[in-house]
């Protein structure tokens, strides 16, 4: 299994549980990285974990990059390497696409820039987490421009002076 804070970020307080024996002390570490001191255990999913890079604009969510993402060993599970565009069949790349537009309908989101994490796996397209925010580390104010041509940070100011954008 995995046990990760309810409400924590950047992958602090993630780990892979593989002997039960261990799980308690899993549990307790990830509270500790929790603000309201839960967790939660979510099932183990083999597969190619991606990052999704978007924004809502005036026409509803679009995908701008999606990512491989690569973590460190246990017991930290912190993203060390992300390959822009990840090595993925177009069906695969749609997929996800499919995946993060819903998700943010489905979370009700109707403006500004997207996060997510989903694990491609034989069974298919797993949601891990989402957010309302960009990705951190550069990718919204560096990556995701380069990768795709958006400026996502300018497009966020704009939508918030209450302009109508598109993100081309």
Not at 53 to 60: L, Q, R, V
Not at 105 to 119: C, K, N, S, V, Y
Not at 134 to 161: N, Y
Request: charged share 20%; hydrophobic share 40%; net charge negative.
């Amino acid at each position: 299994v995995v046990v990760k804070p309810a409400d924590s970020m950047g992958s602090r307080g993630v780990r892979v549980v593989e002997q039960a024996d261990t799980i308690d002390d899993a549990l307790i570490a990830a509270m500790g990285y929790s603000r309201a001191g839960e967790a939660l255990l979510e099932e183990y999913l083999v597969g190619t974990e991606v990052t999704v890079e978007g924004f809502w604009d005036c026409t509803g969510p679009r995908v701008l990059a999606i990512s491989e993402k690569q973590h460190s060993p246990n017991p930290h599970r912190t993203a060390w390497h992300l390959t822009f565009p990840p090595q993925l069949p177009d069906s695969t790349l749609a997929a996800i696409r499919d995946a993060a537009e819903q998700t943010a309908r489905a979370l009700g989101i109707t403006g500004g820039p997207l996060h997510g994490e989903f694990m491609v796996t034989e069974r298919g397209v797993y949601l891990i987490e989402f957010a309302n925010r960009g990705g951190g580390s550069g990718t919204s104010s560096h990556i995701v421009p380069a990768a795709s041509g958006v400026d996502i940070l300018e497009l966020t100011w704009r939508q918030l002076l209450g302009e109508r954008v598109v993100a081309e």
